[in-house]
């Protein structure tokens, strides 16, 4: 498949705190970086979003059961965890997109951050959208499908994804979610300039 300059590539949540070592490692979550890093220079429109809770985000538990709603402390805005993982190559242009700010508001997706991706990817003509990244049940998915329901043609690169897994199964589950939905699914092989 060709990229278009009416394609972006929105990288999601590739920080410290998803990757082992992190407060909320996804597994293998750092396998995604040597994936998503040749895809950069690909894409004319570059996205990072970025979970940016503030000290008392709604969703921090004690103790956390790992599901919705019930997390450990994770990706502080400002902390070496919430920062993008060291390995990744990120672009002094490209957008960065900020979520989760509000405590009282969950926020997995990166059409509700800062700025506003929708407005912004529209401003630039950008039609179609590939979404990769961390992690596949919660804020890829919930990218992906917000994507879809802007108006966006969207494409999940499902080797550059990992999820929690917890429980089992539910990256699966998310992935025919979003097919459900009208994503499509490809392969970062499958993406040529
Ligand atoms: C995420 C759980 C809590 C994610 C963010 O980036 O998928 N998951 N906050
Ligand atoms: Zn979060």
């Known amino acids: 498949m060709n990229i278009l300059a009416t394609d972006a590539l929105i990288i999601v949540d590739v920080q410290n705190d998803f990757c082992p070592g992190g407060a909320l490692p996804v597994d293998e979550g750092h396998h995604v970086v040597p994936v998503i890093n040749p895809l950069l220079k690909q894409f004319d429109h570059l996205v990072f979003t970025r979970d940016w809770h503030p000290h008392n985000h709604c969703s921090f538990s004690y103790p956390p059961e790992f599901m919705d709603g019930s997390w450990p402390e994770h990706c502080r805005a400002n902390s070496p965890g919430a920062e993008f993982h060291g390995d990744l190559r990120v672009p002094v242009d490209a957008l960065i997109v900020n979520k989760g700010m509000d405590p009282d508001k969950e ?27 961390l992690a596949m049940e919660y804020c890829v998915k919930q990218t992906a499908l917000d994507g879809v329901a802007e108006g966006f043609d969207v494409f999940l690169i499902e080797n550059a994804c990992r999820g929690i897994n917890f429980p089992e199964g539910s990256a699966a589950a998310a992935v025919e979610e979003m097919c459900q939905a009208g994503v499509k699914v490809c392969w970062s092989g499958d993406l040529t300039p």
């Open 107 to 133: 926020a997995y997706s990166g059409f509700q951050g800062v700025p506003p991706l929708a407005d912004k990817l529209r401003g630039r003509g950008v039609t179609r959208v590939f979404v990769c990244g």
